[in-house]
């Protein structure tokens, strides 16, 4: 079966750096988007960044300037560089990748990393 692993959460200081990384592994036939979302206490997961399998990216306004997102096709694993940290984005943060197994006929599903907790202290 197809899995996401997440790494890389933790606690950080309010104005410093940390960088996740979600893996998939199983039977997979490709992967097409990747993507990082987030969900903090008493709000609704949102999307935070995102790549497309050609390299193009896209960001939530808040994490602009801040956050950069990047994949190693080779490794099929997704990264999120977060830069300038604030207590704002503490969250768990999830992986989700679009996918098409093996054995499936250009059919993509979606798949979502276990979370990892950021905590961003002030």
């Known amino acids: 079966q197809v899995q996401l692993m997440e790494s890389g959460g933790g606690l950080v200081q309010a104005g410093g750096s940390m960088r996740l990384s979600c893996a998939a592994s199983?039977?997979?036939?490709?992967?097409?988007?990747m993507g990082w979302y987030r969900q903090a206490p008493g709000k609704q997961r949102e999307l935070v960044a995102v790549?497309?399998?050609?390299?193009?990216?896209n960001y939530t306004d808040s994490v602009k300037g801040r956050f950069t997102i990047s994949r190693d096709n080779a490794e099929n694993t997704v990264y999120l560089h977060m830069n300038s940290l604030k207590p704002e984005d503490t969250a768990v943060y999830y992986c989700?990748?679009?996918?098409?197994?093996?054995?499936?006929?250009?059919?993509?599903?979606?798949?979502w990393g276990q979370g990892t907790q950021v905590t961003v202290s002030s």
């Open positions: 989700n990748f679009w996918i098409r197994p093996r054995g499936e006929q250009k059919v993509n599903y979606n798949f």
């Open positions: 790549i497309t399998s050609g390299g193009n990216t």
């Open positions: 199983g039977s997979i036939f490709s992967i097409n988007g």
